[in-house]
């Protein structure tokens, strides 16, 4: 649905999928049930790589952090200042906590570690998603929309790409990957965290469903900012290339960004797939979301939220 009236003014073009359960049911009747799981095998290899180097960054940078913070309060309450935990004397939570561990300053942490871990994930990862781009756009020529690449299978693809660009080509549209992940991760990582606290605490809700109710919220929060860079990261993986490996359409991120917006205008170019986008990450980040805080939770104990490995710091 993204690549659908690319650099094409609204009303000039033939519209084929208009939401999500339409494209659904085009692509059935067409190609067959199992043309929805085009692309299937890349894109779990996408999310093994990508969400194991952004995860582990993010956890690793949050920890380095607690453990600064922990060092600092030790060192505070040896010199008298900090009142130890555990005793009644302070009268909130900020009295008994050096200026580093304030929910603010975890918020910061968790922003920062998410965009980092982002960043790093999505350059591992970013041959696996133009693959993925790229099998999953391919149709019958009766609802073909985008240009239509030649591959079979995803190493086929890879060996083609390689072969005929080398390493900068299975690397061709990083660009606009890093930052829909860099902003994506500190926008998802940051708000779960904030979402499940301010989850628990309304009372609403209880275990185990406070981490699903967080990640609905935190989705939504990521569709309104990021789908205009999903669309610049789906548009630049999915271009045709002339000999040198350089796009036809597009010559990087902010090129994409403003020809989508002059020939097919913000809301509609920029939003075009949205409510896909939404069925797709909602689903994905409550099972990868809540597993990860289950298996964390698991990790470092039942109480790992009341000694900071949770708080802002998700």
Known sequence: MQLQGELKSKGSYQVHYRNIFTAAWTIIRVEGIFALQKGLGPAILYQFCMNGVR?????????????????????????GS???????????????????SSPSNNLARSVVAGALGGALGGMVASPLYLVKTQLQSRALRAIAVGHQHEHTSTFQALRKIYGEQG???????????????????ALQLSTFSYMK??????????????????????????IIFMEP???????????????????????????????VIQTEGFLHGMYKGAGAAYFRMAPQA??????WDSIRRAWY???ADDEGEDGGGE
């Open 55 to 79: 995860l582990g960054t993010f956890q690793t940078i949050v920890n380095m952090g607690q453990k600064v913070d922990r060092e600092r309060e030790e060192e505070a309450r040896r010199r």
């Open 286 to 291: 409550i099972m990868g979301l809540s597993f």
């Open 82 to 100: 900090v009142t130890p935990r555990s005793m009644d004397g302070p009268r909130n939570a900020s009295d008994s906590l050096p200026a580093s």
């Open 229 to 259: 860079l999903d669309v610049v990261r789906t548009r630049l993986y999915n271009q045709p290339t002339d000999a040198r490996g350089r796009g036809l359409y597009y010559r990087g991120f902010w090129d994409c960004f403003r020809k």
């Open 167 to 185: 390493l900068r080509g299975l690397w061709r549209g990083v660009e606009g990957a890093v930052p829909r992940l860099t902003l994506g991760s």
């Open 301 to 303: 104990g039942t109480g």
């Open 197 to 222: 606290e301010a989850v628990r605490r309304s009372g609403h809700v209880e275990e185990p469903w406070v981490p699903v109710v967080a990640s609905l919220l935190s989705s939504v929060n990521i």
